[in-house]
Protein backbone atom coordinates (compact mmCIF):
# COMPACT_ATOMS: atom_id res chain seq x y z
CA UNK A 1 0.00 0.00 0.00
CA UNK A 2 1.18 3.34 -0.48
CA UNK A 3 1.65 5.97 1.73
CA UNK A 4 -0.38 9.00 1.90
CA UNK A 5 0.59 12.41 3.79
CA UNK A 6 -1.35 15.66 4.09
CA UNK A 7 -0.24 19.36 3.92
CA UNK A 8 -1.50 22.75 4.09
CA UNK A 9 0.56 24.80 2.03
CA UNK A 10 -0.27 28.61 2.01
CA UNK A 11 -3.64 28.22 3.12
CA UNK A 12 -4.77 25.12 0.61
CA UNK A 13 -4.34 21.31 1.78
CA UNK A 14 -2.96 18.77 -0.51
CA UNK A 15 -2.47 15.07 -0.27
CA UNK A 16 0.47 13.20 -2.07
CA UNK A 17 1.20 9.62 -2.37
CA UNK A 18 4.47 7.90 -2.74
CA UNK A 19 5.70 6.54 -5.51
CA UNK A 20 5.60 2.31 -6.42
CA UNK A 21 9.45 1.55 -5.64
CA UNK A 22 11.11 1.65 -9.05
CA UNK A 23 9.05 4.62 -10.07
CA UNK A 24 10.85 6.18 -7.10
CA UNK A 25 14.43 4.98 -8.17
CA UNK A 26 13.50 5.87 -11.67
CA UNK A 27 12.39 9.68 -11.30
CA UNK A 28 15.48 9.85 -8.57
CA UNK A 29 18.06 9.28 -11.50
CA UNK A 30 16.28 11.24 -14.16
CA UNK A 31 16.40 14.36 -12.02
CA UNK A 32 19.82 13.66 -10.86
CA UNK A 33 20.89 13.83 -14.98
CA UNK A 34 18.96 16.87 -15.60
CA UNK A 35 19.27 18.83 -12.71
CA UNK A 36 23.24 18.09 -11.02
CA UNK A 37 24.13 21.47 -10.51
CA UNK A 38 21.36 23.14 -9.74
CA UNK A 39 20.19 20.25 -7.13
CA UNK A 40 23.80 21.04 -5.07
CA UNK A 41 22.47 24.36 -5.03
CA UNK A 42 18.96 23.93 -3.70
CA UNK A 43 20.26 21.47 -0.80
CA UNK A 44 22.87 24.66 0.21
CA UNK A 45 19.52 26.55 -0.16
CA UNK A 46 17.28 24.47 2.08
CA UNK A 47 20.53 23.33 4.48
CA UNK A 48 19.83 21.11 7.68
CA UNK A 49 18.27 21.94 10.67
CA UNK A 50 19.87 22.63 14.14
CA UNK A 51 19.85 18.69 15.35
CA UNK A 52 21.33 17.77 11.74
CA UNK A 53 17.84 17.18 10.51
CA UNK A 54 16.79 18.35 7.42
CA UNK A 55 13.90 21.66 7.10
CA UNK A 56 11.60 22.07 4.51
CA UNK A 57 11.45 24.10 1.64
CA UNK A 58 9.70 26.64 3.23
CA UNK A 59 12.38 27.18 5.85
CA UNK A 60 14.75 27.86 3.08
CA UNK A 61 16.86 30.77 2.11
CA UNK A 62 14.60 32.66 -0.79
CA UNK A 63 17.50 34.06 -2.43
CA UNK A 64 19.16 30.65 -2.43
CA UNK A 65 16.38 28.81 -3.97
CA UNK A 66 15.73 31.45 -6.49
CA UNK A 67 19.14 31.24 -7.65
CA UNK A 68 18.98 27.36 -7.73
CA UNK A 69 15.85 27.73 -9.55
CA UNK A 70 17.38 29.66 -12.46
CA UNK A 71 20.03 26.84 -12.60
CA UNK A 72 17.18 24.77 -12.69
CA UNK A 73 15.00 26.56 -15.38
CA UNK A 74 18.07 26.86 -17.84
CA UNK A 75 18.70 23.32 -17.91
CA UNK A 76 14.65 22.58 -18.11
CA UNK A 77 12.49 22.64 -21.30
CA UNK A 78 8.77 23.42 -20.89
CA UNK A 79 8.16 19.56 -21.61
CA UNK A 80 10.39 18.53 -19.16
CA UNK A 81 9.09 20.92 -16.58
CA UNK A 82 5.61 19.19 -17.44
CA UNK A 83 7.05 15.69 -17.09
CA UNK A 84 8.24 16.36 -13.73
CA UNK A 85 4.91 18.07 -12.48
CA UNK A 86 3.21 15.16 -13.71
CA UNK A 87 5.40 12.47 -12.12
CA UNK A 88 5.43 13.91 -9.34
CA UNK A 89 1.87 15.31 -8.58
CA UNK A 90 0.52 12.01 -10.42
CA UNK A 91 -1.75 10.81 -7.62
CA UNK A 92 -2.02 14.11 -5.95
CA UNK A 93 -5.65 15.17 -4.43
CA UNK A 94 -6.70 18.95 -3.11
CA UNK A 95 -9.00 19.30 -0.21
CA UNK A 96 -11.47 21.75 -1.75
CA UNK A 97 -14.29 23.48 0.94
CA UNK A 98 -17.32 24.72 -0.25
CA UNK A 99 -19.08 27.50 1.17
CA UNK A 100 -20.76 25.59 3.93
CA UNK A 101 -16.96 24.24 4.76
CA UNK A 102 -18.19 20.60 3.38
CA UNK A 103 -14.91 19.06 2.03
CA UNK A 104 -14.52 17.47 -1.11
CA UNK A 105 -11.41 16.14 -2.28
CA UNK A 106 -10.43 16.24 -6.01
CA UNK A 107 -7.66 15.09 -8.22
CA UNK A 108 -4.79 17.36 -8.37
CA UNK A 109 -3.64 17.69 -11.89
CA UNK A 110 -6.88 17.80 -14.03
CA UNK A 111 -7.49 21.50 -11.65
CA UNK A 112 -3.48 22.59 -11.14
CA UNK A 113 -3.57 25.62 -13.54
CA UNK A 114 -7.18 26.91 -11.69
CA UNK A 115 -6.41 26.12 -8.36
CA UNK A 116 -2.67 27.48 -8.20
CA UNK A 117 -3.38 30.37 -10.77
CA UNK A 118 -0.99 33.59 -9.62
CA UNK A 119 0.79 30.90 -6.84
CA UNK A 120 4.00 30.17 -8.32
CA UNK A 121 5.34 29.67 -5.06
CA UNK A 122 2.22 27.72 -3.49
CA UNK A 123 3.41 25.43 -6.52
CA UNK A 124 6.70 24.98 -6.23
CA UNK A 125 6.35 24.52 -2.39
CA UNK A 126 4.17 21.36 -3.59
CA UNK A 127 6.88 19.89 -5.65
CA UNK A 128 9.11 20.07 -2.73
CA UNK A 129 6.40 18.60 0.06
CA UNK A 130 5.64 15.76 -3.37
CA UNK A 131 9.82 14.93 -2.88
CA UNK A 132 9.53 14.66 1.03
CA UNK A 133 6.88 12.46 0.48
CA UNK A 134 8.84 10.29 -1.45
CA UNK A 135 11.95 10.27 -0.52
CA UNK A 136 11.72 10.44 3.19
CA UNK A 137 12.91 14.45 3.38
CA UNK A 138 13.62 17.13 1.15
CA UNK A 139 17.65 17.58 1.54
CA UNK A 140 18.08 13.77 1.56
CA UNK A 141 16.17 13.40 -1.63
CA UNK A 142 18.28 16.11 -3.30
CA UNK A 143 21.22 14.71 -1.64
CA UNK A 144 20.47 11.44 -3.23
CA UNK A 145 19.74 13.00 -6.56
CA UNK A 146 22.93 14.97 -6.29
CA UNK A 147 24.91 11.62 -5.21
CA UNK A 148 23.42 10.00 -8.46
CA UNK A 149 25.49 11.71 -10.77
CA UNK A 150 28.74 11.91 -8.97
CA UNK A 151 28.09 15.62 -7.05
CA UNK A 152 29.69 16.26 -3.77
CA UNK A 153 27.34 18.36 -1.50
CA UNK A 154 27.99 20.24 1.25
CA UNK A 155 24.45 21.55 3.18
CA UNK A 156 24.58 24.20 4.78
CA UNK A 157 23.53 24.26 8.55
Do not use: W
Given at each position: ????Q?R??D???????????T??????A?????C????????????????????????????????A?????E????????????????N??V?R??????K???????I??E????????F????G??????Y??????????????????????
Amino acid sequence: MQHQQNRVIDGTEFICTQFGGTDGVVFLAKMGRLCGPALKELIEAVGTGDKGGSKGLGDADIGKVGAALALLFEKLDESEIYAIRDKLLRNAQVIRKDDRGDKTIVPLLPIIDEELRGRTMTFIKLLGFALEVNYGNFTGALQSAASAVGLKVSPSK
